[in-house]
């Protein structure tokens, strides 16, 4: 039987030039393309091809057709096929250009690498469709290391190296330029984001540059640890918000390490002219600051006010400090409080007639709604948009989503099933669903009523009811309802603590020790440090620094482990009561400490765990000097003997008399005059006879010397015989302190 070859070949070649041309009247580029390489380079027809590349029946029919989806596994075999069929690099590439030309950026660069190695190299690579997907609907940028990590990865994968096989040297020239790409759109991308922002331009390059110089040593990149330790805090803070900030040498040091040499001058000249144009502007701290001078209110009395104590926080001031430098958020300081305590109704401080309580306000509503926009935080939504508002009225207020999902589940403010949740440490359901909901409305996943859709895959799967008007208006009426509840609180405090300054003096006058003393002192200035920075006054050391003390000392005086020299003591009193705006009897107020001061020293100094002062002179000798002189170096400038002399007599005098030794009356005499006991007074004769005769009993001694007392009408009282304890004179305390 005869076979015409020649006429099945022509028939052939007619049929897929006719396919060929089917396909390019459809107009696709690239659906043409491939059917041009099919056919023109590899002669071969799709049922040809499809037995080929060992795929199913109709494999080319679908890539060539343009209404079929784009499938990133069918394309991965595609690319496989044609280079194992010796196409040229540049056809198959110019295929994945065409399969990507409505992307860009990095999304564009993940996308073809989808097309041509496949979505489950790339999810093995540590790239799944998913992340992808979330990340283009979001606009988020990756880190810097990410897609580089993901080429090399992808590259050290056996099923590459497989399909790189025999063509290593192309392998790595490929992975070199992916590498490259893969920095160049992560900057352009990071740039796009930083200026939707709003960000300065001269800001942008400065963050992008810097971030790849951090990512690039291996070191982790956080916006504020990244500039804490490199530059001072106010600048740190400013460049972790992505703010213009003046320029500084420390910050010209990190600017030197991204900026080339040749452009230094030119990038500080532009840094220069966008810092001026940012200047101009107030902010909410400039706002708060003169309020609060003008009230005269400190951040101890704000914090103290606002119900911060140590159960709350660890420093109660640095809480509110950082609101007011920071325009921060808080639930322990909600700036609401702050603003109603320090804002006034009745002043005007503008041209408007705007209240200073409203210009605060709206100046915290202000810088937020800046730091939300600069710092690319995800509450969706611009300026006016319910979202944004609903976040910054809760910032305002300082009201957790959680607070707010309960006080939508109970508006009557009935808080047993919220204590009973603590209790049981399960949350209702109803006050989880609405707390998760508020969360997501802030992210955008929740539509507007009347909003186009234009939220992820994600919410099309929950499929829940857009926000209506109606439910977004009970919202800011459950925050309005939580911050008033606050401001009246806060309000409270404010008017129980200027009873209390007026009352506190009073208060003091009937404490009965030191240690209770230092507390009600820490308790007016609001705290330790606080208190610490108050008992700081005019009384200067031999160094010149301000003597006062400490936070640890005011500790350790509180928990009766320390008692202070009576100078201290005196001068905290006065610091605190001038701070205070007390209205007392000072004169009175100070005897009144002087009189337990000298009950509560010669007790500390006998029962102290460490080096207890046994002896009744050395102990006497330690009163007198702690009840003169804050040190001993400023006691010895008292003493009439060269200063360079004076300090180690006063230590060898007092030292030796607690071990044993007897030093000589010249001495022990000149300490005596330096404490204003002259010769023949009561505290010199006693003095003199427990030096004489080291022997003596102290009862023994004070017998002889009571007397005296009483016939010249002097009261008994360690405050007339310094270091004599109660007990030893024979007196009650409760009724002689």
């Known amino acids: 039987m005869h076979v015409n070859l020649d006429g099945q070949r022509k028939s052939s070649n007619t049929y897929g030039e006719r396919v060929l041309e089917t396909v390019r009247q459809k107009g696709d580029p690239l659906a043409t393309l491939i059917a041009e390489v099919r056919w023109q380079q590899l002669g071969m027809t799709r049922k040809g091809a499809d037995r080929k590349a060992g795929e199913w029946e109709?494999?080319?029919?679908?890539?060539?057709?343009?209404?079929?989806?784009?499938?990133?596994?069918?394309?991965?075999?595609?690319?496989?096929?044609?280079?194992?069929?010796?196409?040229?690099?540049?056809?198959v590439d110019r295929i994945l250009d065409l399969l990507v030309a409505d992307r860009e950026g990095l999304d564009r660069f993940f996308e073809r690498l989808h097309y041509k190695f496949g979505p489950e190299l790339l999810a093995a690579s540590g790239l799944p469709r998913e992340k992808l997907t979330v990340r283009r609907e979001k606009g988020t940028?990756?880190?810097?290391?990410?897609?580089?990590?993901?080429?090399?990865?992808?590259?050290?994968?056996?099923?590459?190296?497989?399909?790189?096989?025999?063509?290593?040297?192309?392998?790595?020239?490929?992975q070199r330029q992916l590498l490259d790409d893969a920095k160049t759109f992560w900057t352009l991308?990071?740039?796009?984001?930083?200026?939707?922002?709003?960000?300065?331009?001269?800001?942008?390059?400065?963050?992008?540059?810097?971030?790849?110089?951090?990512?690039?040593?291996?070191k982790p990149f956080s916006n504020r640890e990244a500039?804490?330790?490199?530059?001072?805090?106010?600048?740190?803070?400013?460049?972790?918000?992505?703010?213009?900030?003046?320029?500084?040498p420390e910050l010209e040091a990190l600017v030197r390490k991204v900026i080339p040499a040749a452009e230094l001058e030119a990038f500080r000249t532009q840094w220069f002219v966008e810092q001026v144009k940012e200047t101009p502007r107030s902010h909410f701290k400039e706002h708060f600051m003169k309020s609060m001078e003008a009230q005269g209110i400190t951040t101890a009395q704000l914090a103290a006010f606002a119900g911060i104590d140590r159960s709350t926080t660890n420093n109660p001031t640095q809480a509110v400090r950082q609101i007011i430098d920071q325009c921060r958020a808080s639930e322990v300081a909600p700036p609401l409080v702050l603003v109603e305590l320090v804002g006034r109704d009745n002043v005007q401080i503008d041209e408007q007639g705007t209240f200073e309580k409203v210009a605060l306000i709206r100046s915290f509503r202000r810088d937020r709604e800046d730091y939300y926009r600069r710092t690319g935080n995800a509450v969706h939504g611009g300026r006016n948009a319910p979202q944004l508002s609903v976040r910054i009225g809760r910032d305002l207020a300082g009201v957790s989503a959680h607070d707010l999902a309960w006080q939508l589940c109970d508006p009557t403010g009935d808080r047993r099933r919220a204590l009973e949740a603590k209790r049981s440490q399960k949350v209702p359901a109803d006050v989880e669903r609405i707390h998760k909901r508020l969360l997501r409305f802030e992210l955008g996943e929740i539509p507007q009523q009347g909003a186009r859709n234009t939220s992820p895959t994600a919410l099309a799967q929950r499929m829940e009811p857009p926000m209506n008007r109606e439910e977004q208006m009970s919202i800011f009426r459950a925050i309005q309802t939580l911050g008033e509840a606050k401001v009246a609180a806060a309000l409270e405090r404010k008017e129980q603590a200027e009873v209390q300054k007026a009352t506190m003096p009073d208060t003091l006058g009937t404490v009965d020790s030191i240690p209770a003393y230092i507390a009600a002192l820490v308790q007016s200035a609001g705290g330790m440090k606080p208190a610490a920075r108050i008992t700081r006054g005019s009384t200067r050391s031999t160094t010149g620094s301000s003597l006062g003390m400490h936070a640890q000392r005011l500790r350790n005086t509180i928990n009766g482990n320390d008692i202070p020299p009576l100078p201290l003591l005196v001068q905290a009193v006065k610091n605190v009561q001038a701070k205070m705006g007390w209205q007392c009897d000072a004169d009175a107020l100070e005897a009144q400490l002087r009189r337990t001061w000298y009950v509560d020293y010669p007790e500390h100094l006998l029962s102290r765990e460490k080096d207890p002062v046994e002896?009744?002179?050395?102990?006497?000798?330690?009163?007198?000097?702690?009840?003169?002189?804050?040190?001993?170096?400023?006691?010895?400038?008292?003493?009439?003997?060269?200063?360079?002399?004076?300090?180690?007599?006063?230590?060898?005098?007092?030292?030796?008399?607690?071990?044993?030794?007897?030093?000589?009356?010249?001495?022990?005499?000149?300490?005596?005059?330096?404490?204003?006991f002259r010769e023949g007074t009561p505290v010199w004769k006693l003095a003199e006879q427990l030096f004489e005769d080291p022997d003596t009993d102290l009862s023994t001694a004070l017998k002889t010397l009571l007397p005296t007392f009483r016939e010249e009408g002097i009261e008994i009282h360690p405050s007339t015989l310094p270091g004599i304890t109660l007990e030893e004179l024979g007196v009650k305390k409760k009724t002689q302190r």
Not at 148 to 167: H, P
Request: overall charge positive; hydrophobic content about 35%.
């Open 58 to 91: 109709g494999f080319f029919t679908a890539l060539e057709d343009p209404s079929r989806p784009h499938l990133h596994a069918n394309y991965a075999k595609l690319t496989v096929f044609f280079e194992m069929q010796g196409i040229a690099k540049e056809t």
């Open 141 to 174: 940028v990756p880190d810097y290391l990410e897609p580089q990590e993901i080429v090399r990865t992808l590259f050290s994968s056996s099923a590459v190296r497989e399909r790189y096989r025999g063509r290593e040297k192309e392998m790595r020239g490929e």
């Open 189 to 218: 991308d990071k740039q796009k984001e930083l200026h939707s922002r709003g960000i300065e331009d001269v800001l942008v390059r400065f963050l992008t540059e810097y971030e790849k110089y951090v990512r690039s040593q291996g």
């Open 227 to 248: 500039f804490e330790k490199q530059v001072p805090t106010e600048t740190a803070f400013a460049l972790s918000r992505c703010t213009m900030t003046p320029w500084c």
């Open 615 to 676: 002896d009744p002179l050395a102990r006497m000798l330690c009163t007198i000097i702690a009840g003169n002189a804050p040190t001993n170096t400023a006691f010895a400038r008292k003493m009439p003997v060269a200063h360079g002399y004076a300090v180690p007599l006063l230590s060898a005098t007092v030292g030796g008399l607690k071990v044993g030794w007897k030093p000589s009356w010249h001495n022990l005499s000149m300490i005596l005059r330096a404490g204003k």
